[in-house]
């Protein structure tokens, strides 16, 4: 038994003794939950903690902020409203962060950056990556959330040069 608990604990890193019982019972193996939480121990076979939620905005700042223009929009065509949000990505040695401007109809990629460090650089180049990639008609929203990159000077200007409305919500 104590190979099919190895098999099923490398396979799958997060089962503890419930989901492991329960993958034990798939297999034909009856077990009982007190048993297979001490061999677990034992043998050092715990399941891998889920990491903590990373906070990537910082809405407490003194920059300007858009009206919400988005809410309630249900885009029609492409280049009707456009989303921007930034997030990170892990990786082994690490994380690195990414924004992305999404076209809201067609919930495409349309601009994206990719950097070791979150500040306004990063959301001034996926915001530029998206005016190359697809240039947005009058009347065009570009909304994010309140984060404090999105309300710097850094990133206004490109949304003034270009056109597009800005709009930001909590």
């Not at 989303?83 to 040695?93: E, H, R």
């Not at 959301?123 to 570009?142: E, I, S, T």
């Not at 994010?144 to 490109?158: F, I, K, T, V, W």
């Amino acid at each position: 038994m104590l190979p099919q608990v190895g098999a099923i604990c490398d396979e799958f890193e997060c089962y503890g003794y419930r989901r492991g019982g329960a993958a034990l019972r798939q297999q034909g193996v009856v077990v009982n939950g007190k048993t297979l939480r001490r061999l677990m121990r034992e043998h050092g076979l715990q399941p891998m903690r889920h990491r903590r939620y990373l906070v990537t905005t910082d809405s407490n700042h003194e920059g300007p902020i858009f009206l919400d223009l988005a809410r309630g929009v249900v885009p029609d065509r492409p280049n009707q409203l456009r989303i921007a949000d930034q997030t990170y990505v892990p990786l082994p040695g690490g994380f690195v962060y990414l924004a992305a401007v999404l076209d809201a109809w067609s919930r495409k990629v349309v601009g994206y950056a990719i950097s070791r460090s979150m500040d306004a650089r990063i959301a001034v180049a996926a915001l530029k990556a998206a005016f190359r990639n697809r240039a947005p008609p009058k009347g065009c929203v570009h909304h994010s959330d309140r984060g404090s990159r999105y309300a710097l000077e850094a990133c206004r200007e490109p949304l003034a040069a270009h056109g597009p409305t800005g709009s930001m919500s909590r």
